[in-house]
């Protein structure tokens, strides 16, 4: 069951294997490990790290899942 489903841009240049996104800060991403990229990745990646930043940011890094 989905989380949440979020629309994100690319705003600079992204690692395609080992990506890391910043979003604002939900407190249920905390027992997600696993993401889908739409467009413009069409990939699964595991979660790998996630960590809070300043102005209630998280910035979730993650590898992708070659199956």
Known sequence: ???????????ESCDILNPTFI????????????????SP???YYF????KIDIGKKIVISCAVDVL
């Open 1 to 11: 069951e989905a989380i949440a489903t979020k629309t994100i841009t690319p705003t």
């Open 23 to 38: 979003l604002d800060y939900n407190s249920n991403y905390a027992s997600c490990n696993y993401i889908h990229v739409d």
């Open 41 to 43: 990745f069409n990939r």
């Open 47 to 50: 979660i790998t790290d996630m």
